[in-house]
C-alpha cells in the first residue's frame, strides 16, 4: 500500500520558518517526481515545488523561488520543503504529490493519474 505521509506544519509568525517532510512508502519512487503543493480555504490549488527522485534536479514556482528549497533524502524515503520568509497569504493546506515519469518543470502544470499519488496534507498558518 502506498503512502505518502506529510508532517511538520503548524503555526509561525511572518517572517518565520518551516520545515515539511513528506514519507513515502509502499513502492519504489525510482520513476517518480516528487511535489509540493499548496491550497488555501476558496482558492484552487497551487504547484509549490518539486524534485525528481533520482537525479535530484528541482523546479519552483516563482512565488518562493529563493525563499523555499525542496530535497529528498533517498535512504529515507523522504522529501523536504524548507520554507523561509513566510508570508500570511502563504497560510494552505500543504500536500506532497508523487507523479509517474514526469519532469521537475512538468509538474509545475501537471493533472495526477491512476499511477500517482497523493499525501493527506498538512496545515501551515502564517500569522501577521
Known amino acids: 500500500q502506498v503512502q505518502l505521509v506529510e508532517s511538520g506544519g503548524g503555526l509561525v509568525q511572518a517572517g518565520g520558518s518551516l520545515r515539511l517532510s513528506c514519507a513515502a512508502s509502499?513502492?519504489?519512487?525510482?520513476?517518480?517526481?516528487m511535489g509540493w503543493f499548496r491550497q488555501a480555504p476558496g482558492k484552487e490549488r497551487e504547484f509549490v515545488a518539486s524534485?525528481?527522485?533520482?537525479?535530484?534536479?528541482?523546479y519552483y514556482a516563482d512565488s518562493v523561488k529563493g525563499r523555499f528549497t525542496i530535497s529528498r533524502d533517498n535512504a529515507k524515503s523522504t522529501v523536504y520543503l524548507q520554507m523561509n520568509s513566510l508570508k500570511p497569504e502563504e497560510t494552505a493546506v500543504y500536500r506532497c504529490?508523487?507523479?509517474?515519469?514526469?519532469?521537475?518543470?512538468?509538474?509545475?502544470?501537471?493533472?495526477?493519474?491512476?499511477?500517482?499519488?497523493w499525501g493527506q496534507g498538512t496545515q501551515v498558518t502564517v500569522s501577521s
Open positions: 524534485v525528481s527522485w533520482s537525479s535530484g534536479s528541482t
Open positions: 509502499g513502492r519504489t519512487f525510482s520513476s517518480y517526481t
Open positions: 504529490a508523487a507523479a509517474y515519469r514526469t519532469t521537475p518543470q512538468a509538474m509545475g502544470a501537471w493533472t495526477a493519474t491512476l499511477h500517482d499519488y
